[in-house]
T-cell receptor, first 113, second 116 residues
Framework: AQSVTQPDIHITVSEGASLELRCNYS??????LFWYVQSPGQGLQLLLK??????LVQGIKGFEAEFKRSQSSFNLRKPSVHWSDAAEYFC???????????FGAGTRLTVKP | DTGVSQDPRHKITKRGQNVTFRCDPI?????LYWYRQTLGQGPEFLTY????????KSRLLSDRFSAERPKGSFSTLEIQRTEQGDSAMYLC??????????????FGSGTRLTVV
């Protein structure tokens, strides 16, 4: 079965600094990969997704992620973080048809002024 | 389109009581999913529907849990004889799926259940 690991439970960055959130997955075939963001007390919002093709994926709010098959990774990046980016970020993996999307435990992002 | 709606937003219940949550998906979405999220964890899959058919259930979904989607539109999740361990955020999501292509889930804001 597929699984997702987010090694960093909590990350703190200064406003304006660059950001990289790590995600490693385990799945035998080519996975469908997603990043979601969750603000306190809210549902999850889709930032970006990878199905196939170009391994560098652009998303909303200035985020991007790169799929690296050799490293089984799908790291999320942003060149300059804004205070409003403070939230919980979840990486997810799914099979074809996305019947059973599996989420990582999440990384909580704190942004220092 | 108002997105995925969940009702209620918060529910406090006494242990042993039954509770029911409702989810209204995006109208043109054919799939509906239920997830449970506990504090500090990512969402865990519970079950999903394609139209009105419940196609998969997680082993997390004990026999105290039942979900329905009677007309392929809204869905309900009922928990009978609630236990303190049922306290969690219950998230609903919907998606448009064509064959094996899924365009990503849209999540509701969730129902937070507290069992006292």
């Amino acid at each position: 079965a597929q699984s997702v690991t987010q090694p960093d439970i909590h990350i703190t960055v200064s406003e304006g600094a660059s950001l990289e959130l790590r995600c490693n997955y385990s799945y035998g075939a080519t996975p469908y990969l997603f990043w979601y963001v969750q603000s306190p007390g809210q549902g999850l919002q889709l930032l970006l997704k990878y199905f196939s093709g170009d391994t560098l994926v652009q998303g909303i709010k200035g985020f991007e992620a790169e799929f690296k098959r050799s490293q089984s990774s799908f790291n999320l990046r942003k060149p300059s973080v804004h205070w409003s980016d403070a939230a919980e970020y979840f990486c997810a993996v799914a099979t074809g048809g996305n019947n059973d999307m599996r989420f990582g435990a999440g990384t909580r992002l704190t942004v220092k002024p | 389109d108002t997105g995925v709606s969940q009702d209620p937003r918060h529910k406090i219940t006494k242990r042993g009581q039954n509770v029911t949550f409702r989810c209204d998906p995006i109208s043109e979405h054919n799939r509906l999913y239920w997830y449970r999220q506990t504090l500090g964890q990512g969402p865990e899959f519970l079950t999903y529907f394609q139209n009105e058919a419940q196609l998969e259930k997680s082993r997390l979904l004990s026999d105290r849990f039942s979900a329905e989607r009677p007309k392929g539109s809204f869905s309900t999740l009922e928990i009978q004889r609630t236990e303190q361990g049922d306290s969690a955020m219950y998230l609903c999501a919907s998606s448009k799926t064509t064959g094996v292509l899924n365009y990503g889930y849209t999540f509701g804001s969730g129902t937070r259940l507290t069992v006292v």
